[in-house]
């Protein structure tokens, strides 16, 4: 019953892995080196043909691609873990619309501001591309941070898999340094993910 995750050091597959941690459920851990484009190669482009990361092998051979529907795909097949609320209750549409925001809004966000040469044909249009990036970016962080009030989770006293997704992914673009200047609530749910005996472990691992 194991499971295999492809991924990276810092990549979108650390709040994967951090949710199998919370799960209790063995994983194999398989590297795909984003510098150097690893996740470009054909063999890996098999697997998860848009060549990103992460990629997940549930045990029955199941692919599950894209971080966001990996992470619902866990709650659902591990219930007793309590990573999202059931279905009709309130907190899991609280907790799937702040998901959906990042991985539809920020996460492009990133992928221009880690690739800007992708999205211009004039290579002089890179550095504007990643400016641009950086600052609608970041005015989704502070969207969710006037809007969220975590005591200490997103969901008041119920952690989530959302709290793992809004956490480490307010690390990236520079977030490390960002993230706690500019939005203190987020920043809280980040360092209580840090402190928690299972997922707190792989959260040190990939900061």
């Known amino acids: 019953m194991t499971y295999i995750l492809y991924g990276d050091k810092g990549s979108g597959?650390?709040?994967?892995?951090?949710?199998?941690?919370?799960?209790?459920?063995?994983?194999?851990?398989?590297a795909v080196p984003l510098e150097g484009d690893h996740q470009l190669a054909e063999q890996y482009r098999r697997i998860n043909p848009m060549g990103r990361v992460p990629t997940l092998i549930v045990p029955d051979g199941?692919?599950?691609?894209?971080?966001?529907?990996?992470?619902?795909?866990?709650a659902d097949r591990h219930p007793e873990a309590g990573l999202l609320p059931a279905a009709g209750d309130a907190g899991r549409a609280i907790a799937l619309r702040w998901m959906a925001l990042v991985a539809g809004e920020?996460?492009?966000?990133?992928?221009?501001?880690d690739y800007p040469e992708r999205f211009s044909a004039d290579p002089a249009h890179a550095p504007a591309i990643r400016a641009r990036a950086f600052e609608m970016g970041r005015d989704i962080w502070r969207l969710i941070e006037a809007r969220i009030e975590p005591a200490p989770w997103l969901l008041g006293e119920r952690f989530s898999v959302a709290d793992l997704y809004l956490a480490f992914l307010s690390r990236w673009m520079g977030g490390r340094e960002w993230t706690p200047a500019n939005?203190?609530?987020?920043?809280?749910?980040?360092?209580?993910?840090?402190?928690?005996?299972?997922?707190?472990?792989?959260?040190?691992?990939h900061i």
């Open 62 to 74: 199941t692919v599950v691609t894209e971080s966001l529907a990996i992470l619902l795909t866990l």
């Open 106 to 113: 920020f996460y492009p966000c990133v992928t221009r501001g």
């Open 183 to 205: 939005c203190p609530k987020v920043e809280s749910i980040a360092r209580a993910v840090a402190a928690r005996p299972r997922a707190g472990p792989v959260w040190a691992k």
């Open 13 to 30: 597959s650390a709040p994967v892995e951090m949710a199998l941690a919370e799960i209790g459920a063995p994983v194999e851990l398989r």
